[in-house]
């Protein structure tokens, strides 16, 4: 069974930083996609950051220049750096992974999500 697994959330002042990780696990070959989106209160949850297998990235405008997106495929983990952090990027972060291959070379094309991380900013 898939699962992922986020870390790393908590309470940091404005300017601060914080690492987020997530860990896919579950007989996984390969993952085409892995991404981070978040979901503030009374907000619709939307993507910050994804990742695919051959690593491109793309960002929302609101972290461009702030964010990183990292990915261990050996692992099948993925990092996201937050650096200048502001109370608007309070919210709680989900890891998600689309597209996977599991052994024994089964292609699954849906989308799972992980529990979520709540990340906290101070003004």
């Known amino acids: 069974q898939v699962q992922l697994v986020e870390s790393g959330g908590g309470l940091v002042q404005a300017g601060g930083s914080l690492r987020l990780s997530c860990e896919a696990t579950?007989?996984?070959?390969?993952?085409?996609?892995m991404s981070w989106y978040r979901q503030a209160p009374g907000k619709q949850r939307e993507l910050v950051a994804a990742?695919?297998?051959?690593?491109?990235?793309n960002y929302s405008d609101s972290v461009k220049g702030r964010f990183t997106i990292s990915r261990d495929s050996t692992k099948n983990t993925v990092f996201l750096e937050m650096n200048s952090l502001k109370p608007e990027d309070t919210a709680v972060y989900y890891c998600?992974?689309?597209?996977?291959?599991?052994?024994?070379?089964?292609?699954?094309?849906?989308?799972?999500w992980g529990q979520g991380t709540q990340v906290t900013v101070s003004p």
């Open positions: 990742h695919t297998r051959i690593g491109t990235t």
């Open positions: 998600a992974a689309t597209g996977l291959t599991v052994q024994p070379q089964n292609f699954i094309p849906d989308q799972y």
């Open positions: 579950g007989n996984i070959i390969t993952i085409n996609v």
